[in-house]
């Protein structure tokens, strides 16, 4: 019932910086939390971070606290995430997800995902 679609993904040099964009379409994007995973080339899904549906409380994966922002502007329907100090192991395509407010770790649920969008990151 609502529709996620990722941009803003690239190629970066290590260190450098990018930010993802999520919009939304559908129904009532601001009462869903919103999510970002990853995944990478021989590797399972990998939460990275989420947003509950005010924006007033985030969780981080250890692996980018502190590297990785999220965050969401429910009057443009869209959710970001600010990615500074970009290491080659960020490499991965990074999916957008939105779900209930049930939990803001790996479980959500997140049932809803869109396409995702390559982040390449070099040495």
């Known amino acids: 019932q609502v529709q996620l679609v990722e941009s803003g993904g690239g190629l970066v040099q290590a260190g450098g910086s990018l930010r993802l964009s999520c919009a939304a379409s559908?129904?009532?994007?601001?009462?869903?939390?919103m999510g970002w995973f990853r995944q990478a080339p021989g590797k399972e899904r990998e939460f990275v971070a989420a947003?509950?549906?005010?924006?007033?409380?985030?969780n981080y994966a250890d692996s980018v606290k502190g590297r990785f922002t999220i965050s969401r502007d429910n009057a443009k329907n869209t959710g970001y995430l600010q990615m500074n100090s970009l290491k080659p192991e960020d490499t991965a395509v990074y999916y957008c997800?939105?779900?209930?407010?049930?939990?803001?770790?790996?479980?959500?649920?997140?049932?809803?995902w869109g396409q995702g969008t390559q982040v390449t990151v070099s040495s």
């Open positions: 997800t939105a779900g209930p407010n049930y939990d803001l770790g790996p479980t959500g649920p997140w049932p809803t």
């Open positions: 947003i509950n549906w005010s924006g007033g409380i985030t």
């Open positions: 559908g129904r009532a994007f601001s009462n869903y939390a």
